[in-house]
């Protein structure tokens, strides 16, 4: 597609339920990343794909959470159990890899928790 | 780890104003550096980067240049405009570690007044 798509642009949840947010790439692009925005911070690592494996997930916050790319191009990010502190807004991006020249982001899901 | 440290907001100007948002970073290797923008009900957009010492990044009349003695990459433009309210982030890629993952500061909110 022409950008980076996510879906939904907003979810109301109760705590303790399970969401999934999905994120569509630029066609082409390999590298695919989740971040999370909470009110009044800047975008927060959760993790990047290269293709279909999880080249760094160093920023997911705890085993609550899961993101999967079973064909290197769609993903989807998982959070079990949510919790209020889970509200944000989750980003995704894409890029060609390896050139470290920046992304394209979407215009994320707001997740609300309540 | 790495981090970015910009200056706080808001900041409000008049039209026409001089424009400095300060950004220092802390990286343990010879990072990338980038000035996102996100306007109001958009998402993150790629403003400029810089991928080394003394470059200069440059677009819709900012500036930012990579100053290593310093670590510092400031941005700046010589006369905003109302449409340049936004909020900017200072953002660095540091890929000698392994990962393209995104630090960010959190975010300068700009306001600029007919």
């Known amino acids: 597609g022409a950008g980076v798509s996510q879906t939904p642009s907003n979810k109301v949840t109760e705590k303790g339920k399970y969401v999934e947010l999905r994120c569509d790439p630029i066609?082409?692009?390999?590298?695919l990343y989740w971040y999370r925005q909470s009110l009044g911070q800047g975008p927060e690592f959760l993790i990047y794909?290269?293709?279909?494996?999880?080249?760094?997930d160093s920023g997911l916050p705890n085993d609550r959470f899961f993101a999967v790319r079973p064909e290197g191009s769609v993903s989807t990010l998982k959070i079990q159990r949510t919790e209020r502190g889970d509200s944000a807004v989750y980003l995704c991006?894409?890029?060609?890899?390896?050139?470290?020249?920046?992304?394209?982001f979407g215009s994320g899901t707001r997740l609300t928790v309540v | 780890g790495d981090s970015v440290t910009q200056m706080e907001g808001p900041v409000t100007l008049s039209e026409e104003a001089f424009l400095t948002i300060n950004c220092t970073y802390t990286?343990?290797?010879?990072?990338?550096l980038f000035w996102y923008v996100q306007y109001p009900g958009e998402g993150l957009q790629l403003l400029l980067k810089?991928?080394?010492?003394?470059d200069k990044g440059s677009n819709k009349g900012f500036e930012a240049t990579y100053r290593k003695e310093t670590t510092s990459f400031h941005l700046e433009k010589g006369s905003v405009q109302v449409s340049d309210s936004a909020v900017y982030f200072c953002?660095?890629?540091?890929?000698?570690?392994?990962?393209?993952?995104?630090?960010f500061g959190k975010g300068t909110k700009l306001t600029v007044n007919p």
């Open positions: 991006a894409s890029s060609l890899s390896g050139t470290g020249m920046g992304y394209t």
């Open positions: 066609s082409g692009h390999t590298a």
């Open positions: 794909f290269q293709g279909t494996g999880a080249a760094d």
């Open positions: 990286a343990t290797g010879y990072p990338s």
């Open positions: 810089a991928t080394k010492a003394d």
């Open positions: 953002a660095l890629s540091d890929l000698g570690g392994g990962s393209e993952k995104l630090v």
